[in-house]
């Protein structure tokens, strides 16, 4: 396939994810439960719209997602009234970003919304060079970089590239040449918003100057390691780019002022429950140098830090000690530069029963394996035959990399308590033996 690039113009005219979709906001409450959001994904081909299933659709900082069925539709249960993002993606080339926004019902309780469909996106690739900072002067400072990584907050993609380490002092490395760069891509990036920030850390010395400005590295003293912060680069990629390759603009990350700050900024929330228990908020350098301290958060549940500039690891956890259902939400990476507010929006815990819900809901009997659809939940249906031969010998535990063997032809996953008790669950049931013994495991929804 050729390739296709372009260079596009920061801060591109907004284009919001709405091109090759149609809304349907008929909000049917008697056919979803309370904060929950479906919607069919499409894909195009030939002019002709057609169900496309296997795409992930997942909410943002959170382990809560779904799959598509067989006709397209997905279920996410257990969001809250808020403004929340969902990332759809089928690997290797498509991929698409949507903010939904909830609200409180009549009842108290928060709407369930239907979202329509949404017509797949290829992705796109954003790829860009990141020079050496201007770290050369007097005194003949220079560094040794070791890793440079872009952070998009948005999406919370991170592409991290590690170089070979510097020696340990007193053994000193060859300054590097001042027209050095390294290249980064993300791939798989959805069309619309993105914010990009940079960081380059290394070990930083300082040497005698001979001819020119060249360090002379027999007379090097070791500073220390350093970070350098570079970015944001805003823009908003139109649809019509789907598929294509953006080139940004370079990036020279620089030194930041060591008195200087920019702000932090996020919230935690539960998808699926009420909790009042609170979290467990660590924001550590990555870098080196002590924990930041984490304040309370004000009465939405929103963290906002006043913090030194540079390249940060954010943990959200429940209490040490917790043993409930609530699964914690993953960790986040955050380049904070100074002046600027870095965003990271919301960070879920997800109660592990969603995963059941959104699995066995339907609008449809097309929606289920079973092929029955009973008050919006699939109805339940018995072992697929001929199973013995493919699940016997593969009891596959839930984990939490989960790893199912499908059988049947696809049809379902081996699932049981021990060998020889293994038979192949159908997917979307949470149970196929007379009588619901057995539960195939909630941490692999299907």
Known sequence: MTSRRARPTLLLAPALLLAGCSYGYTNPAERLGTGEVSGRVLTSSGGTLTALPGVTVQLHQSYNQSFTRDTGRYFLAGLMPGRHRLLFSLPPDL???????????????PEGVVLGDVVMRRAVTLQGRVNLPPYLGTGGNFIQVEQVTAVDDVTGQVVSLSLPPAPAPPALPSPMPSDWSVDYAFTGAPTGRHRVSFSLSGQTYACALVVGTSPDPTSCTWFGPATFLGGPIELDIPESSEGLKLDLVDVTPVFPD????????????????????GFDVAVVPLQGGASVAVPAPDSTGTWELDVAPGDYQVQVA????????????????????EGRTTELGAFYAVDASVFSRASSACFVPADCPTGSCVDGSCAAGTCLAAAGAECDTAYLAC??????????GGRGYCAGRFAGDAVCVPSGQSSCLDGGSLVLPVCRPN
């Not at 429940?318 to 530069?337: D, E, F, K, Q, S």
């Not at 984990?399 to 049947?408: G, K």
């Open 399 to 408: 984990t939490s990399v989960p790893s199912l063997l499908p059988c049947a």
């Open 95 to 109: 991929a698409l970003q949507r903010d939904v926004e909830m609200a409180w019902g009549a009842d108290g309780q």
């Open 318 to 337: 429940l209490p040490a000690g917790y043993t409930g259902p609530l699964v914690g939400p993953p960790t986040a990476r955050a380049v904070v530069t």
């Open 258 to 277: 060591a008195l200087a700050t920019g702000k932090l900024r996020f919230r935690a929330a539960v998808s699926g429950a009420s909790w009042a228990g």
